[in-house]
């Protein structure tokens, strides 16, 4: 396709997405495009180190239409300050700093909130050391086969760009895997696995008796009673059924740009406050609707729990949660007012995403003390009704009679098996019944099914373990 032809179908497409759903929104697409090409690539350059123009493609390819955009953006790194800028045909002009410890945050004009960065205290980890400070290569070849077939790319697309893999069992690394230029220490977006990780920390201010679940969520703009949408719980924004009017967050790809809630993501500074402005589209409670405006929504809950500042939020979170489990290679990112970007913006390393599941093995305990409220975790895996995909309250479930549990058990998964998963391939799935932890981050496009290799890993890491398990004479 010649370059004017591709200018005419990218006009065309915005000017019939202003048609379709008004010149507002329209107008927002290069904003949101670019907005997400600039926070990935400063986030992965900046706090993960990669390849900069690698990274940009395989993010672009896993991300069906975003090929029409990336050839038109402009692109520029400024490696002395740490920013990267995108535009497209010099509009929708998107801006994101990195600051250290605190990763990298879009910038729309009206400046960034300041954020002290809170000291490390040096707390103790409670959580057993899960490994050595060199890889751990497979322990037996099954496991060595299941890892070679995850990295083993298909001689044409989709491919699976798979860049780590942990398996952990019974609290122990027994294999790990990553792709050139990443290590046990590389922190990776998880995107929305971040959601487990607030919804973890939403348990935390539960147990301490700073929020609850039922009873209308503490959100200053609800509290009129006569507001429609005062009896939001917590319980409703965990599980998306809150029935906030802000588009769909499920798919990746360019007609996602269209969402409202990605206007809010990559074009507001202070992203939950336009999440709590948002009207209803349905009464709360009474259908479910995921999207990330209920996560921006409970990150704001955090902050102000924890004691009103960017700074207290991110200490909460690393004394209460990273700290205990032994999370040290982690960055929580922040939106341009200062507040956790708690849908989909936390870097970890693959190892520290394990011990964030080994915590759930543990019912919520590391080390003899409880972390997560008694009955926490059944609670998350618990199925969330009308919810097709199988969620519960912030993790994906096989609970429950859904489509997604019941196409998961038939390829293998086992029904206790439940799942942080983040969009392009990103998952810590847990499954206590085999004592394992299985860890999988890459570059992968959402669909087809099965498209990331993740089915076949599972499969391939039970049979594995199962199989060790009965040649050392253990269950």
């Given at each position: 396709?010649?370059r004017r032809?591709?200018?005419?179908?990218?006009?065309?497409?915005?000017?019939?997405?202003?048609l379709?759903?008004?010149?507002?929104?329209?107008?927002?697409?290069?904003?949101?495009?670019?907005?997400?090409?600039a926070?990935?690539?400063?986030?992965?350059?900046?706090?993960?180190g990669?390849?900069l123009?690698?990274?940009l493609?395989?993010?672009?390819?896993?991300?069906?239409?975003?090929?029409?955009?990336?050839?038109?953006?402009?692109?520029?790194?400024?490696?002395?300050?740490?920013?990267v800028?995108?535009?497209?045909?010099?509009?929708?002009?998107?801006?994101?700093?990195?600051?250290?410890?605190?990763?990298?945050?879009?910038?729309?004009?009206?400046?960034?909130?300041?954020?002290?960065?809170?000291?490390?205290?040096q707390?103790?980890a409670?959580?057993?050391?899960?490994?050595g400070?060199?890889?751990?290569?497979?322990?037996?070849?099954?496991?060595?086969?299941?890892?070679?077939?995850?990295?083993?790319?298909?001689?044409?697309p989709?491919?699976?760009?798979?860049?780590?893999?942990?398996?952990?069992?019974?609290?122990?690394?027994?294999?790990?895997?990553?792709?050139e230029?990443?290590?046990?220490?590389?922190?990776?977006?998880?995107?929305?696995?971040?959601k487990?990780?607030?919804?973890?920390l939403?348990?935390?201010?539960?147990?301490?008796?700073?929020?609850?679940?039922?009873?209308?969520?503490?959100?200053a703009?609800?509290?009129?009673?006569?507001?429609?949408?005062?009896?939001?719980?917590?319980?409703?924004l965990?599980?998306?059924?809150?029935?906030?009017?802000?588009?769909?967050s499920?798919?990746?790809?360019?007609?996602?740009?269209?969402?409202?809630?990605?206007?809010?993501?990559?074009?507001?500074?202070?992203?939950?406050?336009?999440?709590?402005?948002?009207p209803?589209a349905?009464?709360?409670g009474t259908?479910?609707n995921?999207?990330?405006?209920?996560?921006?929504?409970l990150?704001?809950?955090?902050?102000?729990?924890?004691?009103?500042?960017?700074?207290?939020?991110l200490?909460?979170a690393?004394?209460?949660l990273?700290?205990?489990?032994?999370?040290?290679?982690?960055?929580?990112?922040?939106?341009?007012?200062?507040?956790?970007?708690?849908?989909?913006?936390?870097?970890?390393?693959?190892?520290?995403?394990?011990?964030?599941?080994?915590?759930?093995?543990?019912?919520g305990?590391?080390?003899?003390?409880?972390?997560l409220?008694?009955?926490?975790?059944?609670?998350?895996?618990?199925?969330?009704?009308?919810?097709?995909?199988?969620?519960?309250?912030?993790?994906?479930?096989?609970?429950?009679?859904?489509?997604?549990?019941?196409?998961r058990?038939?390829?293998?998964?086992?029904?206790?098996?439940?799942?942080a998963k983040?969009?392009?391939?990103?998952?810590?799935?847990?499954?206590?019944?085999?004592?394992?932890?299985?860890?999988?981050?890459?570059?992968?496009?959402?669909g087809p099914?099965?498209?990331?290799?993740?089915?076949d890993?599972?499969?391939d890491?039970?049979?594995?373990t199962?199989?060790?398990?009965?040649?050392?004479?253990?269950?």
């Amino acid at each position: 396709m010649t370059r004017r032809r591709k200018i005419i179908l990218l006009t065309t497409t915005i000017a019939c997405a202003g048609l379709a759903l008004g010149a507002a929104r329209a107008r927002d697409v290069p904003k949101v495009a670019t907005g997400f090409i600039a926070h990935t690539l400063c986030s992965e350059t900046f706090v993960s180190g990669l390849d900069l123009m690698r990274d940009l493609a395989e993010t672009t390819d896993a991300m069906p239409g975003a090929g029409l955009l990336t050839w038109a953006m402009d692109l520029r790194v400024d490696r002395t300050r740490k920013d990267v800028t995108v535009s497209l045909f010099g509009i929708g002009r998107s801006h994101a700093v990195y600051r250290e410890g605190l990763g990298c945050t879009l910038e729309h004009g009206q400046g960034i909130a300041d954020v002290a960065l809170p000291p490390d205290d040096q707390q103790p980890a409670l959580l057993p050391e899960i490994a050595g400070p060199g890889i751990v290569p497979p322990q037996s070849e099954g496991l060595a086969a299941a890892l070679d077939r995850a990295f083993a790319e298909p001689t044409q697309p989709p491919y699976r760009r798979t860049r780590a893999i942990v398996v952990m069992k019974a609290g122990r690394i027994i294999a790990e895997r990553y792709a050139e230029g990443i290590g046990p220490e590389t922190q990776l977006l998880g995107f929305s696995m971040t959601k487990s990780v607030m919804s973890a920390l939403t348990g935390i201010l539960v147990r301490q008796g700073k929020l609850k679940l039922g009873g209308p969520a503490p959100i200053a703009a609800w509290q009129n009673l006569d507001d429609p949408r005062h009896p939001i719980t917590v319980d409703q924004l965990l599980r998306h059924t809150a029935g906030i009017a802000l588009g769909s967050s499920l798919e990746a790809s360019l007609g996602s740009a269209l969402e409202p809630v990605n206007t809010m993501k990559y074009a507001e500074d202070d992203m939950a406050s336009f999440a709590e402005r948002a009207p209803l589209a349905t009464a709360p409670g009474t259908a479910w609707n995921y999207h990330d405006g209920n996560f921006l929504i409970l990150a704001h809950l955090l902050r102000d729990a924890a004691g009103g500042k960017p700074a207290d939020a991110l200490r909460f979170a690393r004394r209460e949660l990273f700290a205990p489990l032994g999370m040290v290679n982690v960055t929580l990112q922040l939106d341009a007012s200062g507040t956790i970007e708690g849908s989909g913006e936390m870097l970890a390393s693959a190892r520290d995403w394990a011990r964030f599941g080994q915590l759930y093995l543990n019912d919520g305990i590391a080390g003899g003390k409880r972390i997560l409220p008694e009955g926490w975790v059944n609670y998350s895996a618990s199925a969330t009704p009308h919810a097709w995909v199988g969620i519960g309250a912030g993790f994906w479930t096989n609970q429950g009679d859904s489509i997604g549990a019941k196409f998961r058990i038939t390829h293998g998964w086992p029904r206790d098996a439940f799942f942080a998963k983040g969009t392009i391939g990103q998952y810590a799935i847990m499954i206590p019944s085999e004592k394992l932890v299985i860890v999988r981050l890459g570059r992968s496009p959402n669909g087809p099914l099965g498209a990331d290799g993740v089915f076949d890993l599972v499969r391939d890491v039970i049979a594995a373990t199962r199989e060790k398990g009965k040649l050392a004479g253990t269950n």
